[in-house]
């Protein structure tokens, strides 16, 4: 079948760039200089290298017919959990930056932005 | 790297092959090898679900559930008994601690919280699906349970314990939760034999399906779906009992200083 081809590759490929991302993100949590970007690295990893792959895990479940009825447990249980980490993903990094930004727990330097510094001088803080 | 990373490092892997060599030569003692099931293994995989010998069978596919609320029921209900122990332990160190609304600042930020919003009712949802399928697939009250809890910890890390307070979850009503689900699991316990009481024949404690000398049995299926007979009760009152009990030990032992001081100086005790 055309249709269970198209996504056996469509999620191959998918599962692909997911490993390039997590390779990636390895490569800037042990290369950037401080904790603020290395936490973009490990986002990077998140959501490339978890959510994209597993969104590529349910499209390969769709395409293998050899599964029969389970391959639609595998892409459902796939695709949620693909949306459950791109929600959480975010949050997580989001409420660990502000954490550690607040209690000044890691250097700030070098900074090219602070986007909640700024805030806090437009609102006079 | 400084010299005492490299020997600690080495230390660890040193460690790790000397035990695997160890046991290697049988020093732990020997390692049974075996190629076939133990006969006791072998009956529960054939009888957990057989509707061919009934008054064996717990009539749920699911080997785990089985033998944990029909074949051992009454050692799991001591174990649920021991942990809502702890918890009551617990409650009672704070005993006289109440939450002191506006104490906090009000939680994390709008992200989180709008997050967490979203998340919850699928966390529930999750916890709910784990409990229902427990006679199906693995899983069950336990699992679901503590899932459900998750929530009341992300509600509670990312809203203050004040939003929870303010929403009625409070040390009382979750205690009332907990004792009805402990209740609610001793009743299924004991339901068959009252039955048998009343109309004159034998029934067993923690009885499922037909036992010997005794016809009594739960409903096995709804529409043609196994319910696991008794272990679908099991199943709810145990989520009831363990979300409860969970999120209350966790509010408890989230109370501010200022909540708790007054109390354990023994000030607040007349």
Redesign the interface.
Do not use: F, G, N, W
């Given at each position: 079948m055309l249709w269970e081809t198209v996504c056996s590759v469509a999620g191959l490929i998918l599962v692909a760039i997911g490993a390039f991302c997590d390779i990636a993100a390895a490569i800037g949590i042990n290369r950037f200089p401080n904790f603020f970007v290395r936490l973009h690295a490990a986002t990077v990893g998140a959501i490339g290298g978890a959510v994209v792959p597993a969104f590529g895990a349910g499209l390969i479940a769709l395409g293998s017919p050899e599964l029969g009825n389970y391959r639609f447990f595998v892409a459902g249980v796939s695709f949620t959990t693909g949306l459950?980490i791109m929600?959480?993903g975010?949050?997580g990094a989001?409420?660990l930056a502000?954490a550690t930004l607040k209690a000044k727990a890691a250097p700030l330097e070098p900074c090219v932005h602070n986007a909640l510094r700024r805030r806090e001088e437009v609102r006079g803080e | 790297m400084k010299v005492t990373d490299l020997v600690v490092a080495a230390s660890i892997v040193a460690l790790a092959l000397l035990l695997s060599y160890a046991m290697f030569l049988g020093g732990i003692g020997p390692v049974p090898v075996r190629s076939e099931l133990r006969t006791l293994a072998l009956n529960y995989i054939l009888l957990t679900y057989n509707p061919a010998k009934i008054i064996y069978s717990a009539l749920a596919p699911e080997g785990v559930t089985a033998i944990v609320w029909d074949y051992r029921g009454l050692d799991t209900y001591f174990e649920t008994a021991v942990m809502f122990l702890a918890i009551i332990s617990v409650v009672a160190l704070t005993h006289g601690c109440k939450v002191r609304i506006g104490l906090g600042k009000g939680g994390?930020?709008l992200?989180?919280k709008t997050?967490?919003r979203?998340?919850m009712p699928?966390i529930v949802l999750a916890g709910v699906s784990i409990t229902m399928h427990g006679w199906l697939t693995p899983g069950g009250g336990f699992q679901g349970g503590a899932t459900i809890a998750v929530a009341t910890v992300l509600a509670l890390v990312t809203y203050s314990i004040d939003t929870l307070a303010k929403h009625g979850i409070r040390k009382k009503i979750l205690l009332a939760m907990r004792s009805t689900g402990l209740i609610g699991i001793a009743l299924t316990a004991v339901a068959l034999l009252i039955i048998g009481l009343a109309v004159g024949v034998n029934a067993y404690i923690f009885q499922n399906q037909e036992r010997m000398g005794s016809p009594l049995a739960f409903p096995a299926y709804f529409s043609g779906t196994p319910t696991g007979g008794s272990l679908l009760f099991y199943n709810l009152f145990e989520a009831f009992a363990v979300s409860a009990g969970l999120s209350l030990a966790i509010i408890v032992t989230s109370l501010r200083e200022e909540e708790v001081k007054e109390t354990l100086r023994g000030e607040g005790v007349e």
């Open positions: 459950m929600i959480l975010q949050a989001h409420a502000r | 994390m930020s992200i989180v997050t967490t979203i998340l699928l």
